[in-house]
């Protein structure tokens, strides 16, 4: 089973490492001096990590809504969208701040507005509809890498299968999770395949992660090995190093 390394920023040079390394130096320009191993978990993002870069599990920017109010026809079933700065406008309410409110936290909002605007006891709910805001980053070795929702729960398998699953040259015991924590960037390094039979959990992934699968040098240099060689008529030794 792979460890899970905590970094303290970019991309860290994991060769060599054994099990009782408690720190690693790396020695690429660029990378971090020192590497923290953990034996716990990749921790979850707290509040004000989510929303300092772009609201996630909150309202934000351009996300779509479904508002409805109780026993009101003409308000309900109503689809609205935030404007440019998070804010939405709602017959009797009028403008209301969305960003960086919960969909319930919106609702109890207008709520509040329109009783103050005569109307009995308001019964509101508002669901997301679709969101930009609440996003990650899934690339490197996968077919379909960019920018995918996060809405609701979300693991690692299901990131890599949202990005229509890795590439013939995925090395799936390199696949890094990126993440701030308490305004701390830190990593986690995991085995796909010890996750498909069950050696440890699938870990969740949160909005503003960066998911990227590593590359596999010895796949890619034998697939050009074998498109360059002629037919070959008897089995093809390499001497490896």
Request: some cysteine; charged content about 25%; overall charge neutral.
């Amino acid at each position: 089973m792979n460890k899970l390394l905590f970094v303290a920023a970019g991309v860290a040079l994991l060769a060599g490492c054994s099990n009782g390394d408690r720190k690693l130096r790396a020695g690429v320009d660029g990378a971090p001096s020192q590497i923290q191993v953990a034996d716990g978990p990749l921790p979850p993002p707290r509040k004000t990590d989510l929303f300092e870069q772009s609201r996630p599990y909150m309202i934000g920017p351009f996300d779509k809504l479904e508002i409805d109010v109780f026993g009101m026809e003409d308000l309900s079933k109503k689809e609205v969208q935030t404007d440019a700065s998070g804010r939405i406008s709602f017959p009797l309410a009028g403008i209301v701040e969305a960003s960086g409110k919960t969909p319930a936290e919106l609702a109890q909002e207008i709520e509040n507005r329109l009783r103050r605007n005569y109307v009995r006891d308001p019964q509101v709910t508002v669901n997301l509809k679709e969101t930009v805001s609440q996003v990650m980053t899934v690339d490197g070795e996968v077919k379909e890498s960019g920018l995918y929702p996060v809405v609701g729960r979300m693991t690692l398998m299901r990131a890599i299968a949202t990005a229509k699953g890795t590439t013939e040259f995925a090395k799936l015991s390199d696949v890094i999770i990126f993440r701030t924590v308490d305004g701390r960037k830190m990593a986690g390094i995991y085995n796909l395949k010890a996750i498909r039979q069950g050696y440890y959990d699938d870990p969740e992934v949160y909005a503003n992660d960066v998911v990227v699968v590593g590359d596999s040098p010895q796949r890619r240099f034998f697939r050009d090995l074998l498109q360059a060689a002629p037919l070959l008529t008897a089995p093809l030794i390499i001497a490896l190093q």
